[in-house]
């Protein structure tokens, strides 16, 4: 069980988040390619080595957390709350 | 008769006597034994029997690495197979059984499998897949019945089962797990240091080792430190849970222990069987011992023939002799102790040393002790097959030895070196290294898990070096918590006198010896070069193959000799051959207990819509949908399901009717940027909702194919009223959430869930206007005030004369004139009388959702069963919906190629060639007479339509209507085998222009 430590809520199971896919895809515009689209949804890399992804906090806050985990040893190297204007609501909160 | 009680010794207490029975036979024995040591006193020898050849098996151990004596505890739907009868202690009324024998383990008739013993060697299942002389499977079904019969362990109890169990959660600084010397001093050291610590022991007794051991000298590895050690411990409060195992380590420093609560007690009351620790530590310290390992030699499975250590627990521990005569084989100075505290004991003993030069001052005190000690020599073959009667024992040149001498002796120890236990750390996918000066798999380095091992599980096989190594990584663990700077303390080391000769396995220069590696599992060095000389040449292959360690012990005794066997059959080394990975759980483990309190109806939550009580008090029958009890259907005087949703049905088609509709997903869209994301998110025009009015709307994933649908309310400029499907309520909030959060960040809006904050019913029916003209003071219903899909908010007058706050939308599922009416949760019991007396008054009727959905198909209104998602827009009719003009989620990847075929399977109305026939959903769907293949397509949803006279159904045939209106096709249901003829329809079934609910 991994456990994440999130910005809003502190240290918490797994069983509290939903993993909610790579957080390293750039989602293209909705009139994009064809293309374009293809590989946002459908190619992901699966890296042997560290990786971003979003976990939401659906058991806690509800936040979207974009999550820097090791695939191989699942350490957790940093955790942030992915909306930018939430990030900063909460940083100037915790000063 | 072989084994005794000792007139005195051992850490049990004689003054309480316990009876327990074995296979309905009365046993006496004391309080602190365990079922072997009470049945070991007794004399009794064979105790289990093997799982192919239903070879004899006695004690071979005194732990949990124990391979022979398994057995199943208590009686009936209590009943526990294959429990290691070296664990379990006994208590007053204990049912003891034998197992894997008929009619009993002293007396197994199915011991004739050993003369068949080459039938059954390596690979035999695999082999008789293929079948022995190529016949195939037919010789497999005939095995198959055999090997069922004649294989397998204890059988479980097939009742449910009685006992309550529950899970835990727990936090700490450090775990420590293992109650031995390095476990003891960690836990003292930390806790001297102000740790929050728990030390969770397996046994039923704390102490580990010293509890094995003779010393009472007062200094450490004493009772009296034991005792002074526990006591320091339990003031300082560190939580120390006996029987309680560690059997899964996980990412994270999280641990799962397994307590066994009541099995010893009594008396339980209401206290669970067993519970399930989930620990959270900060820090985790693995002191888990080492296993005493076998080397293998001529039937060496016979009852009598153990682990030397585990012989000398039975004295020192339970006061128990194994024996008169022993004889101890070893290949190490650890053999040494234990062949002393039986001949202090009274037990004529005989010493192998396999090795040539024998430790000198070790051997001189066993000679004193009137031991006597052979240098060079080796167990060659035991001879006994009931139980051991003598050995033939050799001179050893390091690979081979001739049996040129037979001692009588009714036991022998054996000391192959010591593995430690390491399986936690592995299930971290941590590799161990071998290494060789202890002929030992040793963790190094635990990488980037908080985890250090110490004692003999670090390879510190002696008293002194486990205490010191429990020290050391005490303070390794406080330095990385704490940041406090300690000096580092020297890695302790384990000073044997002699080096350990590894010796796997005896060989006799002309004879083949049958020497077992998993007693359990009748697997013998033979079968690993068998299983090397067919081709399996990794050691996981080789696991699989011969089933080597995959018995209930998990090769806990003999998997390292087999590796080395391995590697030396492969002519390579051990390090390079490498070893099994060790998987979770450590022991096994209830499945009860992992499930804890959560099920029955705890396992997942019960929704019920705030107008339970009223559905109940009309004799409401419930149906389950996802979480949800949803009102089903009302019967009246006796009437069955479909009766009651036919009549219901007619009724709402010919008055009025009213519906549940609370289980749908609610969800408030707000903000200055509102319209423009559902304009996003729809696939339909959201742009120029006016405000009081709602738009069906249509919701596709990112790769084109829908993903729900709803209706969407806007009550003002900035604020929408979102429903979604019940089943999709959670997924389409996530889906919101994250488009907002992580995709859009920059668009100003907020989402908020009010699925539970607002409740509903739906009032549909010709009549349905008349009922609610006048139920509200503030909202008039006409056509003029209220057109279709018109929203009002205003206020209902409920029965007590007050008025509550709803919101109302002109909306219809059922097709007929309908409106849907929301109130806050805690108002809707009195919307619901409320409503309930106007509708009656109308000549209507409450509804479930069986007349619903008979009312929903006969519209050719999708749910679920249509919204699959594998369908697309175009699939279900509702292409044409879809905006042409602006960009929304799913546009680009609906139209690759595929999803715009002609001959994709769209939606049809479905109706029997001969009238009334019934077919079923999930049926699937052929041209006539061409039954083969994958088909046309499916029905997807069926209803008995009392408007129609007849079944009738939805589903999918490819290239839809324009293809085959009008046209015969076949529904076959080939698990019933049923067929039937159905003519495709339009599937809008009734009233197909609308004009009833636009009325």
Redo the contacts between chains.
């Keep these: 069980?991994?456990?994440i430590d999130c910005p809003f809520c502190g240290l918490r199971?797994h069983t509290e988040f939903?993993y909610?896919g790579d957080?390293t895809i750039e989602?293209p515009?909705?009139?994009?390619?064809?293309d374009a689209?293809?590989d946002?949804?459908?190619l992901r890399e699966n890296p042997r080595g560290w990786h971003r992804e979003?976990w939401?906090h659906?058991f806690g806050c509800?936040?979207?957390l974009e999550v820097e985990r090791h695939m191989?040893?699942?350490?957790?190297r940093s955790v942030k709350i992915?909306?930018?204007?939430?990030a900063k609501v909460v940083a100037e909160a915790d000063k | 008769m072989s084994g005794y009680r000792l007139p005195k010794g051992g850490r049990i207490d004689r003054s309480r006597a316990v009876s327990f029975t074995w296979d309905d036979t009365r046993y006496m024995g004391f309080t602190g034994d365990t079922v072997a040591s009470a049945l070991m006193a007794r004399g009794e020898r064979i105790i289990g029997r093997s799982f192919k050849y239903h070879r004899a098996r006695g004690i071979m151990s005194a732990g949990v690495e124990e391979s022979g004596a398994v057995v199943s505890l208590w009686s009936d739907a209590r009943r526990v197979a294959n429990v290691k009868a070296t664990q379990a202690e006994i208590v007053p009324g204990l049912a003891v059984w034998g197992q894997n024998a008929w009619p009993s383990v002293r007396m197994d008739l199915g011991s004739v499998n050993n003369l068949f013993g080459r039938f059954f060697a390596a690979g035999f299942y695999y082999k008789t897949f293929f079948g022995i002389s190529g016949r195939g499977t037919w010789e497999w079904m005939q095995f198959e019945k055999l090997i069922r019969q004649a294989a397998g362990m204890g059988r479980a109890s097939d009742k449910p089962d009685p006992d309550h169990y529950e899970i835990v959660h727990d936090h700490c600084d450090v775990l420590v797990v293992g109650s031995g010397p390095a476990g003891l001093s960690a836990a003292a050291a930390l806790a001297s240091q102000g740790m929050d610590v728990i030390l969770a022991e397996q046994d039923f007794a704390v102490g580990g080792s010293i509890l094995s051991g003779g010393s009472d000298d007062g200094g450490p590895s004493s009772d009296a430190w034991l005792a002074s050690t526990v006591e320091g411990l339990t003031a300082k409060g560190v939580r120390i849970w006996s029987r309680t195992t560690a059997f899964g380590l996980y990412d994270h420093g999280v641990v799962g222990l397994i307590e066994r609560v009541t099995d010893h007690l009594e008396h339980p009351g209401d206290l669970p069987r067993e519970r399930c620790r989930i620990v959270r530590a900060r820090r985790i310290i693995l002191a888990t011992g080492a296993v005493e390992r076998p080397f293998a030699f001529g039937d060496n499975d016979r009852p009598g023939v153990m682990l030397a250590s585990s012989a000398a627990t039975y004295v020192s521990r339970f006061g128990v002799a194994p024996g008169k005569r022993a004889v101890i084989g070893v290949n190490n100075d650890s053999g040494y102790a234990s062949a002393m505290t039986l001949a202090q004991a009274g037990v004529e003993t005989t010493l192998l040393d396999a090795r040539a030069s024998v430790p000198r001052s070790l051997a001189s005190t066993a000679r004193e002790a009137g031991i006597d000690v052979r240098a060079g020599m080796v167990p060659v073959q035991a001879i006994g097959s009931r139980g051991v009667r003598a050995l033939d024992i050799g001179r050893y040149d390091g690979e081979r030895a001739l049996a040129e001498d037979r001692l009588s002796c009714d036991m022998i120890g054996v000391s192959g070196g010591w593995t430690p236990v390491m399986h936690l750390i592995s299930h971290k996918g941590i590799k161990p290294a071998w290494n060789e000066e202890l002929s030992a798999f040793i963790v190094e380095d635990t990488g980037i898990e908080p985890v250090a091992l110490a004692g003999s599980a670090a390879g510190h096989f002696t008293t002194e070096a486990a205490l010191k190594g429990g020290e050391r990584a005490a303070a390794e663990a406080i330095k990385a918590l704490t940041g406090k700077r300690r000096t580092k303390l020297p890695e302790p080391e384990t000073d044997w006198e002699a080096p350990l000769q590894p010796v796997w396995e005896i060989r006799e220069p002309d004879r083949k010896l049958k020497c077992f590696i998993d007693p359990q599992h009748d697997v013998t060095t033979e079968d690993v070069r068998l299983a090397h000389r067919e081709g399996y040449v990794s050691v996981e292959h080789m696991k699989r193959y011969t089933t080597l360690g995959m018995a209930t012990d998990q090769g806990k005794m003999g998997n390292v000799v087999g590796l080395a066997l391995m590697a030396e059959a492969a002519g390579s080394t051990i390090p390079e051959t490498g070893t099994t990975t060790f998987r979770p759980p450590y022991t096994p483990v209830s499945i009860g207990a992992l499930a804890g309190d959560e099920r029955g109806t705890h396992w997942r939550p019960t929704r019920h819509t705030p107008m339970r009580l009223e559905h109940e008090q009309l004799g409401c029958k419930f149906v389950d949908a996802g979480f949800w009890r949803r009102s089903w259907y009302y019967p009246e005087k006796g009437e069955n399901l479909a009766r009651a949703a036919k009549r219901e049905a007619k009724a709402v088609r010919a008055y009025v009717g009213m519906v549940d509709v609370s289980t749908l997903g609610k969800i408030m869209v707000q903000g200055p940027d509102a319209t423009e994301f559902l304009n996003r998110v729809y696939s339909n025009p959201f742009a120029k909702l006016p405000v009081g009015k709602a738009r069906y709307g249509l919701m596709l994933r990112d790769d084109g194919f829908v993903f729900d649908d709803g209706t969407t309310w806007r009550l003002t400029e900035t604020d929408y009223f979102m429903t979604t499907t019940t089943a999709n309520a959670g997924p389409v909030m996530l889906h919101l959430a994250n488009l907002l959060q992580t995709r859009w960040p920059e668009m100003r809006v907020h989402i908020t869930s009010v699925s539970d904050h607002w409740g509903g019913l739906a009032v549909a029916g010709p009549k349905a206007r008349e009922v609610l003209d006048g139920a509200c003071p503030d909202i008039k219903f006409s056509d003029e005030a209220m057109p279709f899909m018109g929203v009002r908010q205003g206020h209902l007058r409920v029965e007590s004369g007050q008025d509550i706050p709803v919101m109302t939308a002109r909306l219809s599922f059922s097709g007929e004139q309908a409106w849907e009416v929301m109130a806050p949760a805690d108002y809707c019991p009195a919307m619901f009388r409320a409503l309930l007396t106007r509708v009656r008054a109308a000549g209507g009727v409450p509804y479930g959702l069986e007349a619903m959905d008979c009312m929903r198909v006969e519209k050719g209104h999708v749910t679920g069963r249509e919204l699959d998602g594998r369908t697309t827009a175009a699939d279900i009719g509702l292409g044409m919906m879809a905006s042409k003009k602006k960009p929304y989620i799913g546009r680009v990847l609906a139209g690759r190629p595929d999803l715009v075929r002609e001959d994709r399977p769209t939606l049809v109305g479905l109706l029997p060639v001969e009238k009334g026939t019934r077919f079923k959903a999930g049926a699937i769907l052929f041209p006539q007479n061409e039954s083969k293949g994958h088909g046309l397509g499916h029905v997807s949803s069926i209803a008995d339509s009392p408007e129609l006279g007849s079944w009738i159904a939805l589903g999918f045939v490819a290239g839809g209507l324009p293809k085959w209106e009008g046209k015969e096709i076949s529904a076959e249901n080939p698990i019933d085998g049923e067929s039937t003829r159905v003519r495709v329809v339009s599937p809008h079934f009734f009233d197909p222009k609308g004009e009833r609910m636009h009325g």
């Design positions: 069980m991994i456990r199971d939903s909610e957080a989602y515009a909705l009139d994009a390619s064809e689209w293809f946002a949804v459908f979003y939401r659906g509800g936040l979207f191989v040893t699942h350490e957790i992915a909306h930018p204007g939430m």
